[in-house]
């Protein structure tokens, strides 16, 4: 991957703060990363965790380019991190890999809306609303 180096996060560290300058993304390797909202005057709210595998960070794709929410490091992390400008000016010049890109970043997108209408389910409808038919 000529794209990505390999990045590390201590436990507590943050990633990126929600409103800041997206411009990089991350596919993690090892560890969990929490996504989190700011919440004035309270620690930030979790809203979900991420582990092996998963995209960290879609807001590089779409204007203005900052970030929905923050990230902090759960575990240590290992990931692969990307520099988003790189990925989108190599998706301008080849619209097959720009479809690949939009396509996976709007499968993680409806994933994650998917799981978080599951957890408001969860929290304030009847006992059994959230369970996934």
Not at 13 to 22: L, N, Q, S, V, Y
Not at 67 to 78: D, I, K
């Amino acid at each position: 991957m000529s794209l990505a180096r390999e990045v590390s996060f201590a436990t507590g560290e943050r990633i990126f703060e929600e409103g800041g300058k997206a411009d990089h993304f991350w596919i993690i390797h090892t560890g969990t990363v929490a996504l989190d909202l700011h919440v004035p005057g309270r620690r930030p709210a979790v809203i979900e965790t991420l582990d092996a595998g998963k995209m960290l960070g879609w807001s590089w794709l779409v204007p203005p380019h900052h970030w929905h929410l923050g990230a902090e490091a759960s575990s240590p992390v290992r990931a692969y991190e990307f520099d988003a400008l790189a990925v989108l000016e190599m998706c301008a010049k080849d619209p097959g890999l720009d479809h690949e890109v939009c396509a996976y970043t709007v499968g993680v997108l409806s994933r994650r809306l998917r799981s978080a209408r599951v957890r408001l389910l969860d929290l304030y409808a009847p006992y059994g609303a959230g369970e996934v038919p």
